[in-house]
């Protein structure tokens, strides 16, 4: 599966953003999707997931709460709404996908920009 994440943008702190990451292929129901995020100078780190039914997996700690990922099968589309958002929250952002909870991420979006900053 190919993806392409968008969405990303310069925002104020407090402010909101979604990221959306569009797949190809007709199986994409099959595959859980996650999102990450990895800063200037930092390692990449998981941010959120969800199974190809819709159910959620927890979220990272520094955004449970804030943010909410969300998909639509039918659009081929996975979403992260990010709410209130924090300066430590500026990152490239990435999606991913796999087939199997007990497997590695292995199809890797390019990444959008998520700058926030007064």
């Known amino acids: 599966v190919q993806l392409q994440a968008s969405g990303g943008g310069l925002v104020e702190p407090g402010g909101s953003l979604r990221l959306s990451c569009a797949a190809s292929g007709r199986t994409f129901s099959r595959y859980i999707m996650g999102w990450f995020r990895q800063a200037p100078g930092k390692e990449r780190e998981f941010v959120a997931a969800i199974l190809g039914s819709g159910i959620t997996l927890p979220y990272a700690d520094s955004v449970k709460g804030r943010f909410a990922i969300s998909r639509d099968n039918a659009k081929n589309t996975v979403y992260l709404r990010m709410n209130s958002l924090k300066l430590e929250d500026t990152a490239v952002y990435y999606c991913?996908?796999?087939?199997?909870?007990?497997?590695?991420?292995?199809?890797w979006g390019q990444g959008t920009q998520v700058t926030v900053s007064s």
């Open positions: 991913a996908a796999k087939t199997n909870y007990d497997l590695e991420y292995d199809n």
